[in-house]
């Protein structure tokens, strides 16, 4: 069992550009998650997903975008690329909406 | 008022020692609760959960719930150095309705802990 799984582990974006942050879990689980961690501050939800094809916005969406086609996969879509969106993302799962989440190792991007 | 608040660290304790971490949440409708622990670089990891009043032991880790206090707090006992990090609560608060409830996650700031030898 990988657990969650997410890549690539670091990335720099010019402003501007694109990328997608990939989120895969291999424990079945039906509820999928996206954070943002932001240098000495707390985790912040940007997008949920409880099952394929069902997505909805946490409490920082704007700017990124998200889709769920599969129970294991979970991409994180940034169109244009701002400084405000240097931070760490890390992916979430869990089993149920009140289950214990567990994370991947993270993404640490860095817009300049 | 914060909707989950650890206590104010950065809290140090000899090797060998109990530490104690605390938490306090404001919504009484939570329902899960958890201790992470994030080492400076990593992912948060999942050390403990607990769903219902009393304490719950695993190892050297014993966490306490009192819902109508609305308190959590962690023990670690035997600290050891490799036991430094960042403990962050967590509190979970279902939301949303239907098909689309979710569990929300809320992360109280963390504590740091460091053990010294």
């Given at each position: 069992?990988?657990?969650?799984?997410?890549?690539?582990?670091?990335?720099?974006?010019?402003?501007?550009?694109?990328?997608?942050?990939?989120?895969?879990?291999?424990?079945?689980?039906?509820?999928?998650?996206?954070?943002?961690?932001?240098?000495?501050?707390?985790?912040?939800?940007?997008y949920y997903s409880v099952g394929?094809?069902?997505?909805?916005?946490?409490?920082?969406?704007?700017?990124?975008?998200?889709?769920?086609?599969?129970?294991?996969?979970?991409?994180?879509?940034?169109?244009?690329?701002?400084?405000?969106?240097?931070?760490?993302?890390?992916?979430?799962?869990?089993?149920?909406?009140?289950?214990?989440?567990?994370?991947?190792?993270?993404?640490?991007?860095?817009?300049? | 008022?914060?909707?989950?608040?650890?206590?104010?660290?950065?809290?140090?304790?000899?090797?060998?020692?109990?530490?104690?971490?605390?938490?306090?949440?404001?919504?009484?409708?939570?329902?899960?609760?958890?201790?992470?622990?994030?080492?400076?670089?990593?992912?948060?990891?999942?050390?403990?959960?607990?769903?219902?009043?009393?304490?719950?032991?695993?190892?050297?880790?014993?966490?306490?719930?009192?819902?109508?206090?609305?308190?959590?707090?962690?023990?670690?006992?035997?600290?050891?150095?490799?036991?430094?990090?960042?403990?962050?609560?967590?509190?979970?608060?279902l939301l949303g309705a239907g098909?689309?409830?979710?569990?929300?996650?809320?992360?109280?700031?963390?504590?740091?802990?460091?053990?010294?030898?």
């Amino acid at each position: 069992n990988a657990g969650v799984t997410q890549t690539p582990k670091f990335r720099i974006l010019k402003i501007g550009q694109s990328m997608t942050l990939q989120c895969t879990q291999d424990m079945n689980h039906n509820y999928m998650y996206w954070y943002r961690q932001d240098p000495g501050m707390g985790l912040k939800l940007i997008y949920y997903s409880v099952g394929a094809g069902i997505t909805d916005k946490g409490e920082v969406p704007n700017g990124y975008n998200v889709s769920r086609s599969t129970t294991e996969d979970f991409p994180l879509r940034l169109e244009l690329a701002a400084p405000s969106q240097t931070s760490v993302y890390f992916c979430a799962s869990s089993y149920g909406e009140r289950g214990e989440q567990y994370f991947g190792p993270g993404t640490r991007l860095t817009v300049t | 008022q914060k909707e989950v608040e650890q206590n104010s660290g950065p809290l140090s304790v000899p090797e060998g020692a109990i530490a104690s971490l605390n938490c306090t949440y404001s919504d009484r409708g939570s329902q899960s609760f958890f201790w992470y622990r994030q080492y400076s670089g990593k992912s948060p990891e999942l050390i403990m959960f607990i769903y219902s009043n009393g304490d719950k032991e695993d190892g050297r880790f014993t966490a306490q719930l009192n819902k109508a206090s609305q308190y959590v707090s962690l023990l670690i006992r035997d600290s050891q150095p490799s036991d430094s990090a960042t403990y962050l609560c967590a509190v979970t608060m279902l939301l949303g309705a239907g098909g689309t409830s979710y569990g929300k996650l809320t992360f109280g700031q963390g504590t740091i802990l460091t053990v010294h030898p």
